[in-house]
């Protein structure tokens, strides 16, 4: 049972590893501007239908220090069918050094978020890209948060077991059972 | 009298001299046109983008362009198209972040798309406060776009001075329009294109002010003189004589003197010319092909910059910073002369 339960688990284990290494903050480096740029969203699993935060933070490559006075373009692409659709926050503005913009994803999938960032202080221009995974059960978010892989699969393997086990001691009872009425 | 056999020998002499000499010229201007320099009107820069090559080609269209034909209202267009050399195909959806400096300073910064990798910007020099860029945009990234039918157009106080313009760039996306390299995959290039400057000024000769045109390729001149009593022309250009940059960078100096003829100081019809003290007369080559002015050009390609840089810097001369020039009229009768139906060239002698 074991055997045929965990590939079809498989995947799944897999597809919420790749939405764990993409959830959480990402970072975008630029040398040639001395740009760094952090990127999170909240919740940490997106889910369709419900609005996310994603927030960028950029900072100064070598002092860490937030940059100021950025104005800043978001785009969120996705593509489905061969076609690619994008939703744009245009002038979006930053005195501090961080901005973000809230969007409600339609579908579930792998998005594109890409920012063209301009740093009017330093005189400089850049552009990130960072995807984005959202699911469409908010079962599978919590599974990848919450769970790890190898806990994951032991609990499968003891739920399994558990069956298992069951499965035999109500043999064996009903064996028991038959076994006295036909005496 | 001179038998018909040795006439003919010394016809041949001459024709083989001039042949050479006129050679080596077409050689060196091929060279300063297309030879991709440091101080020149293109560059094909190599890179390379995971395993496909990506050269980038920076060119200046026209290729001669100084800061009198921008004051005459020319508008040169540059050209940047990124390219697979091992197959000369252009990549396509290339995205160009320009930086464009001058003496260390920033002019501008944008980021520039074009579908089929061959980017065209207008330049339109004037003297207003601020640069601005016209044209269209991409809906998405809203990135400059700028093709040969329709260039972007990039407008304010540029190129209004003479000399090394740098441009830094580095390749955002190719292939397609929102596919952004991160850092360590996107090429940066460095490129240095040269607006000529042009200075005129007057020389006094034998009492008359005769006003002569120099314009540099290079970077601008400055001290100008004129020492009447040995007809001796000299300017000064800035010019850095480190060796390790003059190993890794294409250069080529060229500077160009427009003298009005006649009179003594085109004479005797050849000219010799130092830089820093070092006698360079093997690299001026006169076009008089025009009766009624003298083009001397002084053209150092970077081997000889490279000799002249080793000797500059033995000689202590190095720190200043400075490519000192002097031209002054020699005799040419003993020089190769290649006379044709349209022009004709003269090379100093060589040293």
Redesign the interface.
């Given at each position: 049972m074991i055997l045929v339960v965990a590939p079809l688990l498989y995947p799944k284990i897999h597809l919420a590893n790749a939405q764990n290494s993409i959830n959480k903050t990402q970072i975008?480096?630029?040398?040639?501007n001395n740009i760094k740029v952090e990127f999170s969203h909240s919740p940490k699993n997106p889910i369709t239908d419900t609005p996310t935060e994603l927030k960028f933070d950029v900072l100064n490559l070598k002092t860490g220090d937030q940059l100021k006075n950025l104005s800043a373009?978001v785009?969120i692409?996705t593509s489905s069918n061969g076609e690619?659709s994008?939703y744009?926050y245009?002038n979006v503005t930053a005195p501090a050094g961080n901005f973000s913009v809230s969007y409600i994803f339609p579908t579930d999938g792998v998005y594109?978020v890409?920012s063209?960032i301009e740093s009017k202080d330093t005189?400089?221009?850049t552009?990130?890209?960072f995807p984005v995974f959202v699911s469409f059960q908010p079962v599978g978010a919590m599974n990848s948060n919450m769970m790890s892989q190898s806990f994951l699969i032991a609990l499968l393997t003891g739920v399994t077991a558990a069956i298992v086990i069951a499965f035999f001691l109500i043999v064996i009872r009903k064996r028991r059972k038959e076994k006295k009425q036909n005496l | 009298m001179i038998p018909p056999a040795e006439k003919l020998g010394l016809a041949v002499a001459l024709v083989i001299a001039s042949l050479s000499a006129f050679s080596l010229f077409v050689e060196l201007i091929i060279s300063m046109n297309s030879a991709f320099g440091d101080g020149l009107t293109q560059e094909e820069l190599t890179g390379s983008l995971g395993n496909r090559k990506a050269d980038l080609l920076i060119k200046m269209i026209p290729a001669v362009v100084t800061t009198e034909t921008l004051e005459n209202g020319q508008k040169p267009i540059i050209e940047f198209r990124l390219f697979d050399s091992n197959t000369n195909q252009s990549f396509s959806h290339v995205t160009y972040y320009i930086i464009l400096e001058k003496d260390g300073k920033k002019l501008f910064y944008d980021m520039f798309h074009d579908h089929d990798g061959d980017l065209k910007i207008q330049m339109n020099p004037n003297s207003s406060g601020n640069i601005s860029i016209t044209g269209d945009k991409t809906p998405i990234l809203d990135l400059w776009i700028g093709t040969s039918t329709k260039p972007v157009a990039i407008s304010g106080p540029i190129f209004l001075s003479g000399g090394l313009y740098h441009f830094i760039v580095r390749i955002e996306t190719v292939d397609s329009d929102t596919a952004i390299l991160p850092d360590i995959q996107a090429p940066i290039y460095d490129s240095w294109l040269s607006i000529g400057n042009t200075e005129n000024q007057q020389i006094n000769v034998d009492g008359k002010q005769v006003p002569i045109k120099i314009i540099s390729y290079y970077d601008k001149l400055k001290d100008f003189g004129f020492d009447t009593k040995n007809m001796q022309l000299k300017f000064d250009m800035p010019f850095n004589w480190n060796l390790s940059r003059l190993e890794n960078a294409n250069i080529f100096v060229h500077e160009e003197i427009n003298v009005p003829k006649p009179n003594a100081f085109t004479a005797k019809g050849g000219y010799t010319s130092t830089v820093n003290g070092v006698n360079i007369s093997k690299n001026v080559m006169l076009d008089n092909s025009n009766s009624k002015a003298d083009v001397i050009h002084v053209m150092l390609p970077k081997n000889d910059l490279l000799t002249l840089a080793d000797r500059i810097i033995k000689d202590g001369q190095a720190l200043s910073g400075i490519m000192s020039f002097t031209v002054k009229p020699q005799e040419g009768s003993s020089m190769g002369s290649v006379p044709s139906s349209n022009s004709s060239v003269l090379m100093g002698p060589m040293s």
């Open positions: 975008w480096l630029d040398k040639l373009r785009i692409l690619e994008f744009k245009t594109k890409l063209k005189s400089a221009l552009l990130a890209s | -």
